[in-house]
């Protein structure tokens, strides 16, 4: 018997319009405050990354960006590297990443399952190399590659404020019965925090949006910690709407994300980030409602340790 194949736009169609869920831990530091972040790990990819890449790729398409057999190319810490593997499984797009070698097993093993490419940096030379790497790559073989450059693609932010951030506004409204107004997010390619940030401020213009920023050392996957020599900028992102920078490190990450799976939300370090800091900018008691982002499953770092029993 033959097994039909699975149709992409089925794929697409289970993208988004993820839960809203409050997290009660908020109140430790402040009793008027509530806090709502957006459970990404639905996502049939397991991270927020799936909402961009699938924006991207089908415009790509659209555009005809991959005929004569052109490969997909971008740098990836892993998830949205995932999302490209799935997605391009899924649409036929033959894809290649590069990773940098400190990206966590679980993330390397799914983006190879799907059938894509992986090239692997060293992992001391960090992420601004791989993606350095993959402009090289583009650069040398255009013919071969179409660089889909997550930091540059303007369909990466639009994603998030056509999905993301309508979705928040109408989830915290339901919930709450207001908009909210703070956000907190972090900077990986930038896309969350600018095309959701605008959406929020769109809708009410006074929106508090503070970003989380990690140590350069040991750092935290998926983030960048913007304002060191040396350090990529995405181009894509809008440094304008960054009211507050809060700093948080990798043990106050892990720390959040063993109280966070204790309450039933299997998350990883940057979600963990992104609840500590909205729990530093609770604590002040200026901001009633907070809104932030769990970004993938905890399953995807069983292998850093961070999970380990005892």
Known sequence: ??????????????????????????????????????????????????????????????????????????????????????????????????????????????????GAELIITDPLEGYDFALREAHRLAEERPERYWYCDQYSNEDNWRAHFEGTGREILTQVMEQAGTLPDALVAGVGTGGTLTGAGRRLREARAETHIAAVIPETFPGIEGLKPLGHPGDIVPKILDESLIDERIPVTLDEAVAMCRRLVRLGLFVGPSSGAFIHGAMKLAAGGRYKTIVTVLSDTGERYVSTGMWKRG
């Open 1 to 114: 018997m033959k097994l039909e194949s699975m149709k992409p736009n089925e794929l697409l169609a289970a993208i988004g319009d993820t839960p809203l869920v409050e997290i009660p831990l908020v109140k430790e530091v402040s009793s008027t405050t509530r806090l709502f972040a957006k459970l990404e790990s639905v996502n049939p990819g397991g991270s927020i990354k799936d909402r961009p890449v699938a924006r991207m790729l089908t415009q790509a398409m659209a555009a005809g960006k991959f005929e004569n057999g052109r490969r997909l190319l971008d740098s990836s810490s892993g998830n949205a590297g995932i999302s490209y593997a799935m997605l391009g499984a899924a649409l036929g797009i033959p894809v290649t990443i590069v990773v940098p070698g400190n990206a966590s097993e679980e993330r390397l093993s799914r983006i190879a399952s799907h």
